[in-house]
């Protein structure tokens, strides 16, 4: 009954400026955390696409599911977690740089297909992206070449046609 | 021809059939008052905006149609959410209409302005804050589809001040696009296979809820239970959908249930529920909620199935719709129960009725039970009862038998104290021809007693039964059984006497004190014209039973 499990699910909305709020408020009245959200308008622009992550019980995210499948502004829930589906995560990373790491930031940088988007003296930004099973090793790679700060976007997630 | 955002108001609620509206008036809201001058629409003054809103939940109810109400911003919104939250808990369709200050001062903390979209998310089942006023008579149109449609719920809309007295040409106005309905999954072959199940039963259980009444499909369960002869319970919202004069009935289940339903619902081996939603009043300890039974769960709500109880077979549909195709595969004549099947088990059913039927002793004092059973064989069951919470809520519940749907008015999920008098009031602007009667605690008639003026001055001569123990009954009994006969703060001793109460407020007011004064204070009460405040001084200590503690099992019940 009490299976702890990560989910994600791909809400597509009516793009209107209280449709977050309820999503949210449904998983606040179970104290449930969204672990992550993105969100952006679709092909159209009546239309959003929310993409959210959660972690709890089964049984109360099916019924968190149904909750959400019922509010007015909602035109449909599917589950990522369910079908095949490409989950992505993309990261800026700021790097104290000096003479001694700069060269194994590059070769990262290179190996995950980054990029570096600023250098000012001494620290650099970079870009990645990643499977979202893969941030936390590249987090904890960066961290040891000397990571300053970092932004991680929500999951971006798309079904795949099979 | 110019229109006002007003005048385009009150032609959508007309458009939408409504005549009667409950409201309160103040500053943002003139304009919307001031139309009440060129409608067709009536407006029922109350006496505080909670009133308004149990008194639309009531009206909505009885008539089975959308009921309404209009306050102003800021704390005349606020003081409707108790009762917004009591008819989303017991899925009642209300439209309520809010004031708001102007549209560009949302968010400045203007005077008299509160966020009653935001409040309300939680406890509406949808609201719209109205930002244009050509979006008026859609938002209108989208409000009443959602609060009736479905699982019904209350709806607000949010009105600024601004938009509602802006001017736009007729012709200017988007047409009105009637909302379309969900489409419904088919569900014949989960009937089928509910039915297959229920044919193979040796000790089946019809349990029925709110959504039978809510659902108009009373006729269709009667029906049902006709062909099938099994034994049915209901939950306190679905009191009235099967006959309580028929042999099948057992009464309400749950944690002031009878004897006999609770036992016949720890010992099914299926259970047909419809329209419930398993509330912890009726389960009680869920593990231990009809263990050996397999359930077929109907309801229209599809969070409801599996939420809190594991179902077999689900259907999830409107009970009205299921319930005709149960009866047309019954009539196909391959479901019927081989015959005697269920022989032993409605003995056994008839067994346990006659072990503990419910029952109380008199005594010195007026019996709160034996007032109700009173009203009941005066009224010959006839009356629309409201209530109050507590005691006099579960004596009604078990003592007046109800033989219709939409004739048992009462608080179930949220339990509002002060709920009974605006519900009568409501109840009573949809049934002018009918007696209508609320059933009060001391306590509970003091939390809206402002009503009466509401009552009296619009001549809705609604009875007040009030079962006076001078305690907040339900509690004390709580303190009673499990605080050691601590009664904190549950005296009420020192209320106003009601007799002189009423008659301030220009009702009648009468009081009995003696169980021999009671039934002709009774029949005179009801006999008297206009609205009567009785005042009944019951035995203070009396309990409700059967009692299922908080937590134990349904057939681990305190009878006395
Ligand atoms: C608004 C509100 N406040 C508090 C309660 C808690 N409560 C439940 S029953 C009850 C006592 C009701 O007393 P009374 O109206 O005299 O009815 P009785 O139980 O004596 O019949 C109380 C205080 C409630 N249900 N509603």
Request: aromatic fraction near 6%.
């Amino acid at each position: 009954m009490t299976k702890i499990k990560e989910k994600t699910v791909s809400i597509l909305v009516n793009n209107k400026p209280d449709v977050l709020a309820r999503i949210a408020g449904v998983f606040s009245l179970r104290s449930f955390n969204i672990e992550s959200i993105s969100a952006n308008v679709t092909k159209d622009p009546g239309k959003s696409k929310i993409i959210l992550t959660t972690k709890g019980n089964q049984d109360t995210l099916m019924t968190i599911e149904k909750q959400i499948n019922n509010l007015v502004d909602i035109i449909q829930v599917s589950d990522l977690t369910k079908i095949p589906s490409i989950r992505r995560e993309m990261i800026l990373i700021r790097l104290k740089v000096s003479t001694a790491n700069q060269n194994s930031i590059i070769q990262v940088v290179e190996k995950l297909h980054g990029r570096v988007l600023s250098k000012e003296e001494g620290y650099w930004i970079v870009e990645v992206s990643g499977d979202v099973d893969e941030i936390d090793a590249i987090l904890a790679r960066f961290d040891k070449l000397g990571m300053d700060d970092f932004t991680r976007t929500g999951t971006v997630a798309l079904e795949q046609i099979a | 021809m110019k229109l006002k955002g007003a005048q385009i108001l009150f032609r959508a609620l007309e458009a939408e059939n409504v005549d009667t509206i409950f409201g309160y008036p103040g500053g943002k809201v003139l304009d919307l008052f001031d139309e009440l001058f060129r409608s067709h629409v009536k407006n029922i003054l109350v006496r505080h905006e909670q009133g308004a809103a149990h008194a639309a939940d009531a009206y909505a109810r009885v008539s089975g149609k959308v009921g309404v109400c209009m306050v102003t911003s800021g704390p005349g919104a606020t003081n409707t959410v108790t009762g917004i939250v009591n008819a989303f808990m017991d899925s009642i369709p209300i439209v309520v209409l809010t004031g708001q200050v102007q549209s560009y001062l949302l968010g400045s903390d203007a005077f008299q302005e509160a966020d009653i979209t935001g409040i309300t998310r939680p406890c509406t089942k949808h609201n719209f804050l109205i930002q244009r006023v050509e979006d008026i008579a859609q938002t209108v149109k989208d409000a009443f589809h959602i609060a009736s449609t479905g699982r019904p719920g209350p709806v607000l809309i949010d009105l600024p001040v601004d938009i509602i007295q802006m001017e736009i040409e007729e012709a200017d106005l988007p047409v009105v696009t009637i909302p379309v309905e969900k489409s419904q999954t088919p569900i014949v072959e989960e009937c089928q296979e509910a039915l297959t199940l229920l044919a193979r039963a040796h000790k089946p259980i019809i349990f029925t809820g709110g959504g039978v009444v809510l659902g108009k499909a009373s006729q269709e369960l009667r029906q049902f239970v006709k062909q099938v002869n099994i034994p049915v319970t209901s939950s306190l919202m679905g009191l009235g959908a099967f006959p309580a004069s028929d042999p099948l009935w057992l009464g309400m289940l749950g944690m002031h249930g009878t004897y006999y339903a609770n036992m016949a619902i720890s010992n099914c081996d299926v259970m047909l529920a419809i329209g419930v939603r398993f509330d912890d009043r009726v389960t009680s300890r869920v593990d231990a909620f009809a263990p050996n039974a397999k359930i077929i769960h109907i309801d229209i709500d599809p969070v409801t199935i599996d939420k809190i109880i594991q179902s077999h077979v689900s259907i999830i549909g409107d009970c009205k719709a299921t319930l005709r195709i149960f009866n047309e595969l019954m009539a196909t004549g391959k479901y019927n129960m081989p015959a005697g099947q269920t022989d032993n088990w409605l003995k056994r059913v008839a067994a346990w009725k006659e072990e503990v039927p419910l029952g109380y002793c008199t005594g010195e004092n007026i019996k709160p039970q034996c007032v109700i059973e009173t009203l009941y064989r005066l009224t010959e069951g006839k009356a629309i009862i409201t209530t109050e919470v507590g005691q006099n809520q579960m004596w009604a519940a078990q003592f007046y038998r109800f033989d219709e749907p939409n004739t048992f008015v009462t608080s179930g999920g949220l339990g509002t104290m002060g709920f009974g008098l605006p519900a009568a009031i409501g109840a009573q602007v949809a049934c002018p021809d009918r007696l209508v009667v609320d059933i009060a605690g001391d306590g509970s008639i003091q939390m809206n007693i402002q009503e009466l003026a509401t009552a009296v001055n619009n001549k809705l001569p609604v009875k007040i039964v009030i079962l006076n123990n001078s305690y907040l009954g339900m509690v004390r009994q709580w303190q009673e059984l499990f605080y050691g006969k601590r009664y904190s703060q549950t005296d009420l001793t020192g209320s106003p006497d009601f007799v002189k109460l009423a008659e301030a407020y220009g009702a009648t007011g009468l009081r009995a004190d003696k169980p021999e004064e009671m039934e002709a204070m009774l029949k005179k009460g009801l006999n008297t014209p206009g609205v009567v405040v009785m005042d009944f001084h019951v035995e203070p200590e009396e309990g409700v039973y059967p009692m299922v503690r908080p937590g134990a099992s349904l057939n681990d019940m305190l009878l006395k």
